[in-house]
């Protein structure tokens, strides 16, 4: 089992339209988790960390369920700007700053 | 402006060749990465340093090697025992503190086998 799944999509969404999807993670001992925004043939960037209680960050809703060991992300009103691939990230509880990856979920909006 | 540069953008190996990808960072992060990213897959960690004169194998380190003689820099060699070099590369560093697990990267130089 991979220690970060994520679905690869692609979520076909229509421009203002809301899209969301899962991560789970399979190390109950992991603290951080984040979301990052990769476009296609660049680097990853950090969209956002998400947190216990969950967070908002915009458009952007990040959710932690640690009882399922998933973590979610939902995009309201979608843009054509949001369309990217999403990377599920999860740190590697038994080492200081090392990080999991999942392989991404991608997201297309179309007009 | 503060960042991660990584050159070249686009490299060509040769069969039986080493090559050096660089990645230099001006934020004053003492860890530096390196990840492979293949088509449909996560980014896997090559190796990584948490300070400098000092490294460790990340999960995929056979056929690559790294130095870090300065903060500031962690170059990568694609040696010739690499079978299957050809992939995107990736430079991340994290900064102390607090926010010491978030990884910012650099643009990435791609490697193809000629």
């Known amino acids: 089992r991979k220690e970060v799944e994520q679905d690869p999509g692609p979520f076909n969404v229509p421009e203002g339209a809301t899209v969301a999807f899962n991560c789970t993670y399979s190390n109950s001992a992991s603290q951080s988790f984040f979301w990052y925004r990769q476009d296609c043939r660049k680097e990853p960037k950090l969209l956002m960390s998400v947190y216990s209680s969950g967070n908002e960050d915009g458009r952007f809703t990040a959710q932690l369920n640690r009882a399922s060991q998933y973590i979610s992300l939902l995009i309201r009103d979608s843009k054509l700007s949001d369309s990217a691939t999403y990377l599920c990230v999860v740190n590697k509880a038994d080492s200081w700053g090392k990080l999991q990856f999942g392989a991404g979920t991608q997201v297309v909006v179309t007009p | ?114």
């Open chain 2, 1 to 114: 402006d503060g960042g991660i540069t990584q050159s070249p953008k686009y490299l060509f190996r040769k069969e039986g060749q080493n090559v050096t990808l660089s990645c230099e960072q001006n934020l004053n992060h003492d860890a530096m990465y390196w990840y492979r990213q293949d088509p449909g897959q996560g980014l896997r960690l090559i190796y990584y340093s948490q300070i400098v004169n000092d490294f460790q194998k990340g999960d995929i380190a056979e056929g690559y090697s790294v130095s870090r003689e300065k903060k500031e820099s962690f170059p990568l060699t694609v040696t010739s025992a690499q079978k299957n070099p050809t992939a995107f590369y990736l430079c991340a560093s994290t900064p102390t503190g607090g926010a010491r697990n978030i990884q910012y990267f650099g643009a990435g130089t791609r490697l193809s086998v000629l």
